[in-house]
């Protein structure tokens, strides 16, 4: 905090009149504790004071002929007004995305003066993010509407803010570094380019309300593309009041556009507008739906039942134990890296390590929400799947497995203890346990297993029938277990060694599935040209023409 502050300093004592002036934009915030940008105070968004969330269209914010109204997730209290589109309105943002031509907004070869903009909007809005009062704004915001920890939250808006600083200046088009190679005769040349798709869509889920939109968006719009934006309504406030800091930051106003509605219009919007591309984050079944319906013309990042594995070599318990309780259930286990099965080496059945994890999830309190409400799960259909595994023979509750007391959280959302329950290894093998015992649970919820050093083979045979392969962690320093399970695994973001876990990715590196040609990542240059861009080649052939050149015999 102190370091961002002497920052802050620092660079507004070396602002002048030119391209630094935008700081004073914010030095408001200083006296009034208000954010020009902002057009809510996070504190006051309440049943009382309920927010308004609008769209933004061709460089417009608007409003739309009807309201969504949301409940506050953690009294029931209508707390934010969501303008939602409907089928008969999506005209203006089909024609949006249809005046932005294939060849995108820029290329290597049209507007490179973008590159730089968007290098300088980056450089803008990382330091505006870094200020505490802009950091805390959207730290509580992200609370008020996908409840978890104020660290948890903070931590989410300090990625964003760093994946901003890895893309200023000059990174920008670093992104569209083409290379050559000479050809077979004087003047011929191939190059190749990273091209944009042009008209996009991202469209992004409620448990990162800033991180994952805003990254999938920016790495949009470095590329040369022109996005809309499809946040969950429940949290869509989050990425409307980011759009408007982008703005003051030199975005220009018609570069996104930014939808609210229902999944079926969005649907509707997708397949009348034809978007080039579309990214997707969220559930297999509407993934599914949507690689359909736009004839596969989708990258996806979608659920994810990820694992981890203990080796045999047991060492720091302690540690190991409050990174599986922080992987199960930080963020009331609303994360598509959360730890959704734990295969413990038998030895580590013998240490304390789930003594420790019992404890580790009673301090869990709704208090500091560190637990909180499932927004996507209903409490009967938690503790339904939990009854259902407990009838599997051999099976028993290691803990929680009941309903939260003493709250208002409203019945449509979930609300309960962390739970784990114990499968045995050749039960959870079996046919008919096996789809019931990796159904993904996005809450507070694990299922724990053990194994023999005989029955490595077992589980690996369970990680290969798995159908979703983000996140996983083998967790050991026994080099030789280590490349056997790599080796004989797909996930696409794996932690390996003593300190692996399953969640909290940072902006340093690639997050996202493999296993999957319409795999997507994030955060990462890789990620970003993988995601938003395609490879073009253009090969030069300029002459001169041989000395004495003919014409030749036909082939």
């Keep these: 905090m102190m370091y961002r502050l002497s920052a802050y300093r620092q660079l507004k004592k070396r602002a002048s009149s030119s391209h630094l002036n935008w700081i004073t934009l914010f030095d408001s915030t200083r006296s009034n504790h208000t954010l020009s940008f902002a057009t809510v105070k996070a504190e006051e968004v309440s049943g009382s004071q309920p927010a308004e969330v609008h769209n933004l269209v061709q460089g417009k914010w608007t409003k739309s002929s009807s309201w969504n109204t949301i409940l506050d997730p953690l009294n029931g209290q209508p707390f934010i007004k969501v303008a939602e589109v409907n089928e008969s309105e999506l005209q203006p943002f089909v024609e949006s995305l249809s005046k932005c031509p294939k060849h995108g907004l820029h290329n290597p070869f049209k507007a490179p003066e973008r590159y730089l903009m968007l290098g300088h909007v980056s450089t803008k809005a990382a330091h505006v993010l870094g200020l505490p009062e802009v950091s805390d704004f959207f730290a509580k915001l992200i609370q008020r509407v996908s409840p978890k920890s104020y660290q948890q939250a903070l931590v989410e808006v300090l990625v964003t803010q760093k994946f901003l600083e890895n893309f200023c200046g000059d990174q920008v088009r670093f992104l569209a570094r083409s290379f050559a190679v000479p ?55 989050v990425m409307e009041q980011m759009l408007r800091l982008l703005h003051e930051c030199g975005l220009p106003v018609d570069d996104v556009d930014f939808i609210n509605s229902d999944g ?89 390590l789930l003594d420790k994890m019992t404890e580790l999830a009673a301090r869990r309190k709704l208090d500091d929400l560190t637990i909180g409400p499932v927004l996507t799960v209903t409490t009967e259909t938690m503790l339904d799947h939990a009854k259902k595994l407990l009838q599997i023979p051999g099976s028993r509750l290691l803990f929680g497995g009941e309903a939260l007391q003493n709250h208002s959280i409203p019945k449509i959302y979930g609300a309960i203890k962390p739970t784990a329950i114990f499968v045995p290894l050749e039960e959870i093998l079996k046919d008919e346990h096996y789809p019931l015992v990796t159904k993904e649970i996005f809450g507070p919820f694990q299922v724990v297993t053990e194994y023999k050093d005989n029955q490595l083979p077992l589980v690996l045979d369970a990680l290969e029938k798995m159908h979703a392969h983000l996140t996983a962690a083998v967790v050991s320093n026994d080099i030789l277990f280590l490349q056997k399970v790599i080796g004989n695994s797909v996930n696409g973001t794996t932690y390996a060694g003593l300190r692996a876990r399953t969640t909290g990715a940072p902006q340093n590196h690639w997050f996202g599935p493999a296993g999957d040609p319409r795999g997507a990542g994030i955060g990462t240059p890789e990620a970003i040209k993988l995601v938003w861009s395609c490879h073009r080649e253009i090969i030069y052939d300029v002459g001169p023409m041989p000395l004495g050149w003919r014409v030749p015999s036909s082939t």
């Design 183 to 237: 050809g077979n005769h004087l003047g011929q040349q191939s190059h190749g380019f990273r091209w944009p798709y042009g008209p996009v869509a991202v469209i992004a889920p409620f448990n990162f309300p800033l991180e994952i939109p805003l990254l999938q968006l920016m790495g949009a719009l470095y590329m040369g593309n022109k996005p809309v934006l499809k946040v969950d309504s429940k949290v869509c406030i």
């Design 264 to 352: 079926k219009t969005m649907n509707k919007l997708l397949v009348e507008a034809k978007p080039r591309m579309t990214l997707f984050t969220g559930s297999s079944r509407v993934a599914e739906k949507l690689a359909d319906d736009l004839s596969g013309r989708v990258k996806l990042e979608d659920a994810g039942f990820d694992w981890k594995i203990l080796g045999p070599d047991v060492n720091e318990v302690d540690y190991v134990a409050w990174v599986c309780d922080q992987d199960a259930y930080a963020c009331s286990g609303q994360k598509c890296s959360a730890e959704s099965i734990l295969f413990m080496h038998e030895n580590w059945s013998k240490s304390s």
